[in-house]
């Protein structure tokens, strides 16, 4: 959707802000541009809409040259969201949102009905909120009308310039969620800003590490970004708890789970025991499991975590509740253990 070919950006005093930069960014993919300070975010990000202009190589928006594309049309085709929102303040929620539909032409029926799809989209109550304005909003709340401004021409790309920075950390972590919610269901080609590895980690598909001058230092998916740094700047960059990082976008894999023999109650568990050192205790009724080791007695009650989230919060609970092994459920059934082991031998990741 997006390919920047050997893109060069120098300004008339000669400060060279990106350098020979190329790199692609799938259609429907999140894309983030991470770095230090100077390192040519924020110039990136407008020389693909065109509010700054590359002075060499070329710019490709789904195999189009955006230097033969009128400057005004091209912003209409793309979404753009920036950290401090930048809503009108004496126009209403639902004006604000309608800015671009109404550029477009569109009628007021549908320019309204739109108005009121995305503000119930981003979570805020098209009947509470379409008739207030921005100073009557709290910062989080603003945030989602810009967001919802962005995506109200239904634009295949967007670009977010540190969208969540300004926000308190509770609210941020709210936003991010609710955004890559909303991202699952949209699948639109965004090119996301941010000078914070664990949100580049957390919203990226890919990551482009850049260092000054807008040189890429490596540009990869999260987990083999992690994994494998291509040097030590972006070791560094990453941080020396990058094993941790990627407990946060590892999901549970079920064939590495253990599975020793299971049994209804305690009575069965026991004759288990007999020929097993392990025995897992499922209660079907009310979903709760347990585990009976060898000359252990009761049972320890484990606590549950679904498939379908990061390891991190399997190894969370099994610290929290000082548990040595965490039960694995799909749809709320038991599938299998989960241990404590698993994670200083590798074996989860």
């Known amino acids: 959707m997006i390919r920047l070919e050997s893109v060069r950006k120098q300004y008339p005093a000669g400060l060279v802000a990106v350098e020979d930069l190329s790199l692609d960014v799938p259609d429907g993919e999140v894309c983030v541009l991470v770095g230090p300070s100077g390192c040519g975010k924020t110039t990136i990000l407008r020389m693909i809409n065109r509010l700054i202009e590359p002075s060499g190589g070329r710019i490709l928006v789904d195999d189009e040259d955006i230097l033969r594309v009128d400057p005004v049309e091209l912003r209409r085709r793309i979404g753009y969201v920036i950290q401090q ?36 989209l981003v979570g805020l109550p098209a009947d509470e909120n379409r008739n207030r304005y921005p100073n009557e909003l709290s910062g989080g709340q603003r945030q989602r009308v810009g967001v919802a401004r962005a995506l ?93 990082k990627r407990l946060r976008i590892t999901r549970i894999d079920l064939d590495a789970l253990h599975r020793p023999p299971t049994a209804g109650d305690i009575a069965a568990a026991r004759t288990v025991l007999e020929t097993h050192d392990l025995v897992v205790v ?44 965490v039960a694995v459920k799909k749809d709320g059934r038991y599938v299998g253990l989960l241990g404590i082991n698993d994670f200083w031998n590798g074996a989860v990741t």
């Open 152 to 244: 109200a021409a239904d634009p295949p790309i967007m670009l977010m310039d540190e969208p969540f920075a300004a926000i308190d950390p509770v609210t941020r972590t709210q936003l991010q969620d609710e955004f890559l919610r909303l991202q699952q269901t949209l699948r639109k080609t965004i090119v996301f800003v941010t000078h914070d590895i664990d949100e580049a980690v957390k919203m990226g598909d890919r990551i482009a590490i850049l260092q000054v001058g807008g040189r890429l230092a490596q540009y990869d998916p999260p987990d083999r970004l992690l994994a494998s740094p291509a040097n030590d700047f972006v070791a560094d960059f990453v941080g020396h708890d990058r094993a941790l």
């Open 85 to 120: 929102v930048g809503l009108f303040p004496h126009q209403t929620v639902a004006t604000n949102v309608a800015t671009v539909p109404r550029l477009l032409g569109w009628d007021r029926a549908r320019v309204s009905a739109r108005v009121d799809e995305l503000l119930d």
């Open 282 to 325: 499922v209660d079907d009724a009310d979903g709760q499991v347990a585990v009976l080791a060898r000359g252990d007695d009761p049972p320890a009650i484990v606590p549950g975590v679904e498939q379908d989230r990061p390891l991190q919060d399997a190894l969370a609970l099994m610290l929290e509740r000082h548990c040595p092994w």
